[in-house]
């Protein structure tokens, strides 16, 4: 029974093998063999109770892969024939070596494998700015200068750029959670026309043996092919961490691949950025730390950016906030992250919506009121009542005041409430930083040994 169990291995090693070398239709033979001979061993019960569940698994994984194939090669007979009875050409030339419909059956394969990679990669392009200005990101000097070298000089005035000055081919983004490398990131696609690659480790990393690499390569080929081009990989650390005894091998042939690639041996890089963040930079392989000509530290803002992040996140949301007040809230939240801002102004934002549910007396008042187009534009205003709570920081009812149940009034009769400056010290006194001094000790070390700003 134990012949049947290792027939079964045997089938599902040679099937990756031939799926992995691109030979898909002996990959289609073996692969319905290691399924038929897998079936055959649990009606015998040849599979140790131990290992059935490992094994179904796998099983379900090569049966996936079986109908992918199917489905592939059986697109291929299907389609139309040019006179004379042969498939229509791609147009492509023809590999020399190869003669008859040997030749174009193996081109079409190629091409079919191309156009699945293609696709994929197609799906983290960046087809829309994301609609961040440079503006919008507070401080980051530093940062926001290495990345105008790197792709707006070049792309601008390509004439600083000749002999041995060349623009940096790949900058690291590291620091603490929170601080702005992947709003950074959005800004430089949102300030340039490049084509733009935004990738995480889950957009890398397939199931299925030697796809990962050739997802690798082929990003990299279609960003070379599309230059300008940026590939922004988010978490690099998760894709390119340090190498081990009890690494994958998987994991470190998407490695080797990602190193070949950033190397370019033999290719072409010209117009091609690598733009990476990490939160651990420490936890990244030397070799992917080599790659990255420029490691700029994204530390934690000082008080006037995060004043102006106060700012930018408030928006043009009702508020009461004197520049004095803005000032002082940067003070006060030192320490905090970007992030941290974001979810503070959040809070207060919340605030008015608070009092007016816990509100028992409201007041009227008139307010100006605007008239919007179909568009969304303000073409005018009016002067209408509405109602307001009475809140906690009030001295005596305003005329008018009753005692209502805040639900009982209907939408349009309540007015816009502002924001506080009473509001984001209830938020302060509530919310704290989220960024340790051990993870801060942790980044100043790699910065005072590997950073380049």
């Keep these: ?5 290792d027939k079964t291995i045997q089938f599902s090693k040679q099937a990756s093998a031939a799926d992995m070398a691109g030979n898909y239709p002996e990959a289609l033979r073996l692969y319905a063999l290691t399924l038929r001979s897998w079936m055959a061993a649990v009606r015998t019960g040849a599979i140790p109770e131990g290992s059935a569940m490992v094994v179904r698994s796998k099983m379900e994984q090569y049966k996936e892969r079986y109908a992918a194939l199917k489905e592939m090669l059986d697109s291929k007979k299907k389609q139309p ?14 590999d020399k070596g190869k003669s ?3 030749g174009e059956e193996e081109e079409e394969e190629m091409d079919e494998e191309e156009r699945k990679l293609q696709d994929a990669i197609a799906k983290v392009m960046v087809s829309e700015s994301p609609n961040v200005k440079w503006d919008d990101v507070a401080g980051l000097e530093a940062a926001k200068g290495a990345l105008r070298e790197a792709v707006i000089l070049p792309v601008k005035f390509p004439q600083f750029f000749t002999g041995k000055r060349s623009p940096w081919r790949a900058i690291l983004l590291y620091g603490p959670p929170g601080t702005g490398k992947s709003y950074l990131a959005k800004a430089v696609a949102t300030e ?26 082929a990003m990299f080929e279609i960003a070379r092919k599309k230059a300008p081009s940026i590939i922004f990989v988010d978490e690099i650390d998760a894709l390119c961490g340090a190498r081990g005894d009890n690494e994958s091998e998987s994991s470190r042939r998407i490695k080797n691949e990602f190193l070949i690639q950033m190397q370019g041996v033999g290719r072409d890089n010209k117009g091609v950025l690598v733009l990476g963040a990490t939160n651990f930079p420490w936890g990244l392989d030397s070799a992917i730390r080599r790659r990255f000509e420029k490691r700029i530290y994204i530390g934690l803002p000082e008080a006037p950016a995060r004043t102006a992040m106060f700012k930018i996140h408030l928006g043009k949301t009702p508020n009461e906030l004197t520049e004095g007040d803005f000032g002082k809230l940067g003070e006060f939240s030192k320490g905090f992250s970007g992030s941290d801002i974001g979810t503070l102004v959040r809070d207060a934002l919340m605030a008015p919506i608070r009092d007016f549910q816990k509100a028992t007396k409201f007041y009227p008042k008139e307010v100006d009121v605007p008239i919007k187009n179909d568009d969304g534009e303000v073409i005018s205003s009016k002067r209408e009542t509405k109602w307001f709570p009475i809140t906690d920081d009030m001295t005596g009812d305003p005329p008018g005041t009753v005692a209502r149940d805040p639900f009982s009034f209907n939408g349009e009769d309540v007015g816009d409430m502002p924001v506080k400056a009473t509001h984001f010290m209830s938020a302060l006194s509530k919310i704290h930083a989220s960024v340790g001094e051990e993870d801060l000790k942790k980044q100043e070390d790699f910065r005072s040994k590997y950073g380049s700003e």
């Design 192 to 217: 340039i026309d490049s084509n733009f690659f935004s990738v995480s480790s889950s957009d890398l990393v397939s199931k299925w043996q030697g796809e990962s690499e050739r997802l690798v390569k």
């Design 100 to 102: 008859g419909e040997d």
């Design 1 to 5: 029974m134990s012949s049947l169990l």
């Design 81 to 94: 024939v040019a006179a004379g009875g042969k498939k229509k050409s791609s147009g492509k030339k023809k």
